[in-house]
């Protein structure tokens, strides 16, 4: 074969910058490959007049591209869930080859499009879907295959850590937010990227590659960062933490943690020092220890890397007569673990309480004793009285690694206490043993 021909769905961000790096690189790209890789339709909505497609068929609609008997490889960056699941099995219907950057669409149909492509004999690659630009899915799939991997843990979406780095220099969450807009890297509706929901996508594929489980994001437990407040993150530097929002996914007994949530990272670990639209992935292997992937988890040609790098493998594999060298989750079908995810408050962890309290003697020892009834210790404790403010002075805990239905019980009964005003703030801790 002498060129593998590529049908591309949606030029926008992710599109324009595949389209743009494959002419920019063809040279050099057609070398690692072992033959040409040429773009021979491209099919989207909007149109950018940034981007000249030459003599190639174009057209609002993309159907063409996967009804193309000259496409061998459609590529999916149109984003959404149902229009791209129809958009993909089409695909692999008609017998074509399959590479997305729709993180979403592979965490929630991604079970379905796996059979099916397996039947039909044919790669479906999702590299580019997360983590950006790093190669973490390779990292896992294949770096990491000697390992019996139990956690990995990251920061995984660009616009969430480009708003948490912009807001410890005292800027407003909305005005970060619309910069990251402008920049393409938030998601069509963004409060995925805020609320956790794009982080549970990518974390669910990855515990999934990790742990040889079924995909399982309907299961997966998401928190965002909209409701973070600056006196929290600022409180917890002074306890020698910095606010990430990670998504954490862990193996336990008889069960997996799956989880997104804002939480404390001590500031001399590396990932406390990944900011802005950088990502990075910690995934810790029996074998190797510890491992982190870290790069641009967002962009245009920072994604098309990844989108590419697909291209290349699936181009490889057409040319080696297969239907894909490595397993789409990583494990053959029948290693395929039926390992479910936890609930919520099965899983363990620190935790940083803040207790809105009368500052009147007593009311340390009253928290202290609901704590320590609960099993819960308490690995230090701050309170300022600079910041007596009407008689209440917040009160400050790190604790101990406990389980989480520990926790829910003691803030039960520290917020019926007489002396406890409000909710007590919960940011979980993480420390990466
Ligand atoms: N922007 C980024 O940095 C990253 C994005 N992704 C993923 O890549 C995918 C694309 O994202 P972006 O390029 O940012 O989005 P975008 O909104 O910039 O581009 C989407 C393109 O698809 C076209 N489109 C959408 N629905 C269509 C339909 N039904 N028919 C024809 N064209 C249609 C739109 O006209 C637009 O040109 C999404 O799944 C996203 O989650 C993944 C990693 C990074
Ligand atoms: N909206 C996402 C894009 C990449 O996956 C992010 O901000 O990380
Ligand atoms: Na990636």
Redesign the pocket.
């Given at each position: 074969m002498k060129e593998v021909r590529v049908g591309i769905?949606?030029?926008?961000?992710?599109?324009?910058?595949t389209f743009n790096v494959l002419a920019r690189n063809a040279g050099l790209i057609a070398g690692r490959a072992g033959c040409a890789i040429r773009t021979v339709r491209v099919?989207?909505?909007?149109?950018?007049d940034d981007i000249d497609l030459g003599d190639i068929p174009f057209s609002?609609?993309?159907m063409d591209v996967v009804n193309d008997p000259d496409v061998d490889v459609v590529v999916?960056?149109?984003?959404?869930y149902e229009?791209?699941r129809e958009?993909v099995l089409a695909a692999i219907a008609n017998g074509k080859h399959v590479v997305?950057?729709?993180?979403?669409?592979i965490a929630v149909h991604g079970n379905e499009i796996f059979e099916a492509a397996a039947e039909a004999g044919v790669a479906v690659t999702y590299e580019?879907?997360?983590?950006?630009?790093i190669p973490v899915i390779k990292a896992i799939r294949e770096g990491m295959a000697a390992n019996r991997i139990d956690w990995l843990a990251g920061i995984i979406n660009?616009t969430g850590n480009y708003i948490l780095t912009e807001m410890r220099k005292g800027r407003p969450f909305n005005e970060v937010l619309q910069e990251a807009q402008d920049l393409?890297?938030?998601?069509?509706d963004p409060t995925?990227d805020v609320e956790g929901v794009?982080a549970a996508?990518k974390l669910t594929i990855m515990a999934s590659a990790s742990f040889g489980v079924p995909l399982q994001f309907d299961r997966a437990y998401t928190e965002g960062i909209s409701r973070l407040t600056p006196y929290d993150i600022a409180h917890a530097e002074l306890l020698g933490y910095r606010v990430k929002h990670l998504g954490i996914a862990r193996r336990r007994e008889g069960g997996i943690e799956l989880r997104v949530h804002p939480t404390l990272v001590p500031q001399s670990h590396l990932i406390a020092q990944v900011d802005g639209?950088l990502n990075a992935v910690l995934v810790d292997g029996d074998a190797v220890g510890q491992t982190m992937y870290y790069g641009p988890?967002?962009?245009?040609e920072?994604?098309a890397s990844?989108?590419i790098a697909d291209i290349v493998d699936v181009a490889r594999t057409i040319q080696a007569g297969g239907q894909g060298r490595v397993p789409y989750l990583g494990f053959a079908p029948e290693a395929i673990e039926d390992l479910e995810v936890l609930p919520m408050e099965y899983t363990q962890s620190a935790y940083y309480l803040r207790i809105q309290a009368l500052d009147r003697p007593g009311v340390l020892a009253k928290v202290a004793s609901i704590l320590s009834e609960h099993g819960i210790n308490i690995e230090s404790i701050m309170q300022k009285e600079s910041e007596v403010h009407d008689g209440r002075i917040p009160v400050i805990i790190l604790t101990h690694t406990v389980q989480e239905r520990q926790v829910n019980q003691a803030i039960e009964e520290l917020e019926a206490l007489d002396e406890v005003d409000d909710q007590v703030v919960r940011i979980r801790a993480e420390n990466f043993n």
């Open positions: 769905c949606g030029l926008g961000t992710v599109g324009g910058g099919a989207t909505r909007t149109w950018r609002t609609d993309i999916e960056l149109i984003g959404g229009t791209a958009l997305t950057a729709n993180k979403a669409l580019a879907g997360v983590a950006g630009g660009g393409g890297y938030a998601e069509a995925f794009d996508h639209v988890g967002a962009g245009d920072a994604t990844a989108v």
